[in-house]
């Protein structure tokens, strides 16, 4: 079905490196914490999601299937 | 009238049984069929149905879910749960026993807010008039003074570990509550109303009220008006009803604040016959929310009456995540300077962008509930705010817009 | 293999594993900072410090286990399990042991990180500044190399970038403030 980005809104403290790596989907607010383009991640951009999730430094994003089952990384 | 009394005091237990009997028998699954058939909604704020909730959570029980029956009330312009439980507090635990009956649950919670003093006393002599029901499974917790600490999450997180302060969902307290086990986080009038029908079932509550939601409900009504208090209004009965019942307007009359939390300043001409209840005043973009009304003088401000609603809202932020920190902070910041008809240039528009950015973007719904209210403001006040933004104030120059028969 | 060979193996990946562990510690710092120009991104920062971690973990290897297997130094390999075993220079190497059993702790919470808790991660991660110092006396004990020019400048540079750094730090102010502090008092008293 497809994969959403998620944020967990407690842990972000607005260190921007998922805007930096997946901008498509991905803007900053005037503070630095993260807008989320609303929408399943299109397939091309799925692997840089997988990325940006990787890079964040408190664990706050993550990438979860539709379908239920969460993969983290 | 059904959930307040006008004798003050809290009703007895010998007087609640006599009146409406004792505690019905009846099972769970069909009290959680009468609930589903009665289209009773909550009332937090959420407005989600009651029957779906209790359900939810009696699925995941096995036997070991609990009850919070949430007398927090940490909005400031509502005083209907204190009431209730204050009045009616058996009504309210007999709300309490039948859930925990429906969910599976043996431990029971009531979490009143620090300051309603009268209602923790009337539960808490309540609770000993009635030890075989309370014993080993009732308690009272006192929720910290605050609006979020209302929050069912914060609710459970404070039962928890002592910090009212909401948390990441999921898990949802239905799904992983009190001690980790399924809970049941349920408004205290839902409970009450609950309680009622279960004695008198749902064609009874059905048969209330002419609203697209039927039943009745408890309004806090504020403002320009003679009584200001609590109320009890059948579903369906309309603004100028509940004016009516708050003894009436009180002189000239701008603009009424609807629901509280989740709600929004709404035009009081156009709305005068808005019926009150859920599913209309969604149609009409608006929200019941926690039944607040609050009449707004034509002599005050929209700009400042918004001005200090966003600035308590920014002030209560549980500071958690940096969207609803810095975002209230500075929208609370350029509409008090809008207000004081200080503003600096941009600031309407900084208003604007901002408000767009506060939904969903928090682990609550605090910050989106500063959204609804501001846009809802900009909508209403759009006039005064485009004044305000040069520096000028029309309620101080213009005399009284809004003439009310 | 040749007895020189591995000992110039031990001593220069040695060296290297220093260079490249002082840059990790910079970058940390630099990522706590959360510093970045137009040119420099904060997720390189991140990925620079999360490799060369890794790269510091291959060249320590080469250096332990060229140094046990050398048979000039006859270390074998309790002397590289248990710290303070050695019969050779015993204090100092040691404290290259217990760097190392530092090091992989931090590497391992930071690889696992979603099973610890935040603060168990932080409380690991933190023990850089035990682990840093103890591997930069363990290779002024050892090497054997200490009196050459350019290993002295090799280690001024890398003990200068990482005090700079740490200054640095402890004299900025914390960037999650913002989170502790009381709510600003409502300003709407003064006009109602």
């Known amino acids: 079905m497809g994969d959403v980005l998620q944020i967990d809104r407690i842990r972000c403290d607005g260190h921007g490196l998922c805007a930096e790596l997946l901008p498509e989907l991905i803007s900053l607010d005037d503070w630095g914490y993260p807008i989320l383009k609303p929408g399943t991640v299109p397939p091309s951009l799925v692997e840089h999601a997988r990325r940006a999730v990787d890079a964040c430094p408190v664990l706050a994003l993550r990438l979860a299937s539709l379908t239920g089952v969460t993969q983290k990384r | ?318 500071r958690q995540c940096g969207p609803c920190v810095f975002g209230l902070s500075a929208i609370a910041g350029a509409t008090q300077r809008l207000a004081a008809q200080s503003s600096q240039p941009g600031d309407l528009d900084r208003i604007v962008r901002w408000s767009g950015q506060l939904t969903g973007r928090g682990a609550c719904h605090h910050p989106d509930g500063a959204a609804v209210l501001l846009q809802s403001a900009l909508q209403e006040f759009g006039e005064e705010f485009a004044a305000h933004q040069r520096r000028r104030c029309l309620t101080i120059s213009e005399p009284a817009r809004v003439a009310v028969a | ?71 000039f130094t006859a270390l074998g390999w309790q002397a590289a399990i248990i710290p303070f075993s050695s019969s050779y220079r015993r204090l100092w190497l040691g404290l290259g042991v217990v760097a190392i059993y530092l090091l992989l702790a931090i590497v391992a919470t930071s690889l696992l990180r979603p099973f610890f808790g935040r603060s168990a991660w932080r409380a690991v991660h933190w023990l850089t500044y035990a682990m840093w110092p103890i591997a930069v006396i363990h290779g002024i004990g050892t090497g054997t190399d200490p009196r050459f020019a350019w290993m002295l400048g090799i280690e001024a540079g890398c003990i200068g970038s990482v005090v700079a750094a740490v200054a640095w730090r402890a004299t900025a102010a914390s960037h999650t403030t913002w989170r502790q502090l009381p709510a600003p008092s409502p300003q709407g008293q003064k006009w109602s």
């Open chain 2, 1 to 318: 009238m059904e959930l307040i009394a006008r004798s003050a005091g809290a009703e007895r237990l010998m007087a609640h049984r006599q009146r409406l009997g004792p505690l019905p028998a009846i099972p769970s699954g069909a009290l959680i069929a009468e609930l589903d058939a009665s289209g009773l909604l909550g009332r937090g704020g959420a407005g989600f149905p009651v029957g779906r909730k209790w359900r939810a959570v009696a699925e995941r029980a096995a036997g070991g879910a609990v009850v919070l029956a949430n007398g927090a009330e940490g909005e400031p312009l509502s005083f209907k749960d204190r009431s209730l439980m204050a009045a009616r507090p058996h009504l309210v635990i007999d709300g309490a026993l039948l859930a925990a009956r429906a969910v599976g649950a043996n431990d029971i919670i009531f979490y009143v807010g620090v300051e309603h003093a009268a209602a923790e006393a009337a539960l808490r002599n309540a609770l000993a008039e009635r030890p075989g029901d309370a014993r080993g499974r009732t308690r009272i917790v006192t929720a910290p003074a605050g609006y979020v600490s209302g929050e069912e999450s914060a609710a459970v997180h404070y039962v928890n570990a002592g910090d009212a302060r909401p948390t990441t969902t999921p898990p949802r307290p239905f799904e992983r509550g009190v001690g980790g086990r399924p809970t049941l986080v349920q408004n205290v009038e839902s409970l009450a109303l609950a309680a009622l029908i279960a004695r008198r079932g749902h064609a009874w509550y059905q048969g209330l009220g002419d609203g697209r939601a039927r039943g009745i409900g408890l309004l806090t009504v504020s403002g320009a008006v003679n009584h200001a208090g609590v109320h009890e209004i059948e579903l369906g009965a309309t603004l100028s009803d509940a004016a009516a019942a708050a003894g009436g307007l009180r002189g000239d009359v701008r603009g009424v604040l609807l629901g509280g939390y989740f709600g929004g300043w709404a035009d009081l001409h156009e709305q005068w016959g808005l019926p009150l209840d859920a599913p209309s005043m969604r149609a009409r973009g608006l929200a019941l929310g926690c039944g607040v009304v609050h009449f707004l003088p034509s002599d005050s401000c929209g700009v400042e009456a918004t001005a200090r609603l966003l600035t308590y809202l920014a002030s209560q932020s549980a």
């Open chain 3, 1 to 71: 293999m040749s007895d020189t060979i591995l000992w110039y193996a031990t001593r220069g990946a040695g060296v290297v594993s220093l260079v490249l562990l002082t840059a990790v510690v910079v970058l940390g710092i630099v990522s706590a900072m959360r510093w970045q120009s137009a040119s420099w991104p904060r997720f390189l920062t991140t990925g620079l410090h999360r490799n060369l971690a890794l790269a510091t973990l291959i060249f320590l290897g080469i250096h332990i286990v060229t140094a046990v297997v050398d048979p």
